[in-house]
Every structure is written in structure tokens, then in C-alpha cells.
């Protein structure tokens, strides 16, 4: 018997159409052998944080059950970025899609490749509020995704309406 881990990863767009990007990233993982999706977020529209002015970015999480190693559940990140036709870029800037691996299971690892927990998945409202919306008791650095969320300002996070959602 192989070990299912809950996962979650964090989507982000700010260029282009925000909405396709997300809702691409979302299906390539869906039809991932391995992966199971369990929950999607709703998605919320952000005010960036760190780097250059840029246009605020559509956010959401999806959690799954995997049988993944974590290194392959990053190179299905990054096969989903480059399915955005992501570039190299500037640090910290706009981007079609980034996908972060925010956590797996309990593990740590300090591998700057792979930092897990996501080094800033417990300080960004852009990453708990969704979160928490969909995995509030997930445990992170001993508290839980509900009390992170409870613990920033929320003001940079808005609903997004999704028109036509079936
Ligand atoms: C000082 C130094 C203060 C660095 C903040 C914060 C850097 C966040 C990078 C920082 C600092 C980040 C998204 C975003 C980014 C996103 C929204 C990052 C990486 N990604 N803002 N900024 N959504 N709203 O997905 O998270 S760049
Ligand atoms: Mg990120
Ligand atoms: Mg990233």
C-alpha cells in the first residue's frame, strides 16, 4: 500500500487571461496519473505583494491526495507553468501562472529547490484565505490553515466573481 498525502498548491496569474491560466493549471492536474483533486478554492483577486507594480493577480488552491514523491508534484507545477507559456522573469514579478507546492503532508525540508512548508504560505493572505476555505484544519507549522488565515490583514483579497460556472 502506497502512501496518499493531502497536498496543496497555490495558483497564481497576473498577465493575460488570469481565468484560463488557473482553470488550465487545474485540469492538467486533474488528469495527472496519481493525483487526485479533493478541493478547489474559490478564486479571489488580490493586490500583489513584493516585487515591481504589477496588475493584481487571480489566486486560488487546490488540494490533493497523491502518491507523488514531492519533487514529482513540483515538476508537475512547473510542467503547469510552462503550459501557461511562463518565461524567465524578473523575481517577484508578473507572471502568466505560478504554481507553488504550499504544503505536503506534515514534511520539512529546508532544500531551496523545495521549501516545505512554503516558506510564505503562513504569512500571505492570498494563500490562506482561499485555503482556508476549503482546508481550514490542515495543520502548518503547528496551527492550523483556519487560524493562520485569522491571523493577516485580509484587506488585498476580494471575491472574484465567476461568471458561467456550471
Ligand atoms: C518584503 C520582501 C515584503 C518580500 C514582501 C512577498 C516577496 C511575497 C515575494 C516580500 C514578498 C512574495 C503573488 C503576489 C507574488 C501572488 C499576490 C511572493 C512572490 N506572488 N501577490 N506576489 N499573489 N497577491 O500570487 O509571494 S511574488
Ligand atoms: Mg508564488
Ligand atoms: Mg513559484
Given at each position: 500500500?502506497?502512501?496518499?498525502?493531502?497536498?496543496?498548491?497555490?495558483?497564481?496569474?497576473?498577465?493575460?487571461?488570469?481565468?484560463?491560466?488557473?482553470?488550465?493549471?487545474?485540469?492538467?492536474?486533474?488528469?495527472?496519473?496519481?493525483?487526485?483533486?479533493?478541493?478547489?478554492?474559490?478564486?479571489?483577486?488580490?493586490?500583489?505583494?513584493?516585487?515591481?507594480?504589477?496588475?493584481?493577480?487571480?489566486?486560488?488552491?487546490?488540494?490533493?491526495?497523491?502518491?507523488?514523491?514531492?519533487?514529482?508534484?513540483?515538476?508537475?507545477?512547473h510542467q503547469?507553468?510552462?503550459?501557461?507559456?511562463?518565461?524567465?522573469?524578473?523575481?517577484?514579478?508578473?507572471r502568466t501562472?505560478?504554481?507553488?507546492?504550499?504544503?505536503?503532508?506534515?514534511?520539512?525540508?529546508?532544500?531551496?529547490?523545495?521549501?516545505?512548508?512554503?516558506?510564505?504560505?503562513?504569512?500571505?493572505?492570498?494563500?490562506?484565505?482561499?485555503?482556508?476555505a476549503i482546508?481550514?484544519?490542515?495543520?502548518?507549522?503547528?496551527?492550523?490553515?483556519?487560524?493562520?488565515?485569522?491571523?493577516?490583514?485580509?484587506?488585498?483579497?476580494?471575491?472574484?466573481?465567476?461568471?458561467?460556472?456550471?
Amino acid at each position: 500500500m502506497t502512501m496518499q498525502v493531502r497536498a496543496a498548491l497555490g495558483l497564481g496569474s497576473n498577465v493575460g487571461d488570469r481565468q484560463s491560466h488557473l482553470k488550465n493549471a487545474m485540469a492538467t492536474v486533474r488528469t495527472t496519473p496519481k493525483v487526485v483533486v479533493v478541493e478547489v478554492s474559490p478564486f479571489v483577486e488580490t493586490v500583489p505583494v513584493g516585487g515591481p507594480d504589477q496588475p493584481d493577480f487571480l489566486n486560488a488552491v487546490v488540494v490533493v491526495e497523491t502518491t507523488l514523491t514531492p519533487e514529482a508534484l513540483l515538476a508537475l507545477a512547473h510542467q503547469c507553468e510552462q503550459g501557461a507559456g511562463r518565461q524567465r522573469e524578473e523575481r517577484w514579478g508578473p507572471r502568466t501562472l505560478d504554481v507553488d507546492v504550499l504544503a505536503y503532508g506534515d514534511v520539512v525540508s529546508t532544500n531551496p529547490e523545495l521549501t516545505l512548508p512554503h516558506p510564505r504560505a503562513t504569512e500571505r493572505a492570498f494563500v490562506l484565505v482561499p485555503w482556508a476555505a476549503i482546508d481550514p484544519v490542515f495543520v502548518v507549522n503547528g496551527r492550523s490553515v483556519a487560524d493562520w488565515a485569522a491571523a493577516v490583514d485580509t484587506s488585498g483579497v476580494r471575491p472574484f466573481v465567476q461568471l458561467g460556472e456550471d
